[in-house]
């Protein structure tokens, strides 16, 4: 049984390794205590792009990747034995890719001029945002 129980943990460590190195090269996420001596990952996500729990909703609706929220930034992630090699690559994707579309969305927020728009003699500024921000800061 111990034979059994220290695969399992190697396979566990080995993929929240591979997690945590991808997560450090993701823009805009932060990986707290480097690389990780257990099966367990903390990272958080940068506030001027979302919540933590805007990037889980975003995260399991559009990707199916669930990682449990535990502050208004931070993330704890675990592996475990039913957590393979190809869903730390999924959750990876799916990480960079939410991510990099708050980012382009912010992006063309900046790049573009406010509006202006005439009403009744009075003149409203109008900032432009694009449809879909409502999850990135």
């Not at 566990?12 to 450090?24: P, T």
């Not at 994707?93 to 927020?109: E, F, S, T, Y």
């Amino acid at each position: 049984a111990h034979t059994a129980e220290k695969v399992f943990c190697d396979h566990d460590h080995d993929n929240a390794k591979k997690l945590a190195e991808g997560i450090a090269n993701i823009d805009g996420l932060t990986l707290e205590f480097g690389e990780p001596q257990t099966n367990m990952i903390y990272f958080s996500v940068d506030k001027s792009r979302m919540t933590a729990q805007d990037l889980h909703e975003k995260l399991l609706a559009e990707h199916g990747v669930r990682v449990g929220v535990s502050g208004a930034q931070r993330f704890r992630a675990v592996t475990h034995l039913d957590i393979s090699a190809n869903d730390i690559d999924d959750a990876l994707d799916g990480l960079n890719n939410v991510l990099a579309a708050c980012a382009n969305l912010i992006r063309k927020i900046f790049a573009e001029p406010p509006g202006v728009m005439q009403h009744d003699a009075a003149i409203t500024i109008v900032a432009a945002k694009p449809a879909g921000l409502d999850h990135c800061a």
